[in-house]
């Protein structure tokens, strides 16, 4: 499946179920199997740096 994380900036993640296990209560949450690449930042400036930034312009 394809992941759209941010609609303004169309971040988009494929993502490949590979199998679903029994329940195991130990595992509080998903665990990422393999990546590929670097992630990009989230928020790669803060709200000041990006006003800043804005007004250079």
């Known amino acids: 499946m394809t992941y759209l994380y941010d609609f303004g900036d169309q971040w ?6 590979e199998r679903i296990d029994p329940v195991n209560r130990k595992i509080k949450k998903p665990v990422i ?3 590929h690449g670097e992630a990009p ?7 000041e740096e990006w006003d800043e930034e804005w007004d250079e312009e």
């Open 12 to 17: 988009e993640f494929d993502v490949k179920l």
């Open 41 to 47: 930042d989230q928020y790669p400036m803060s709200d």
């Open 33 to 35: 199997l393999e990546t």
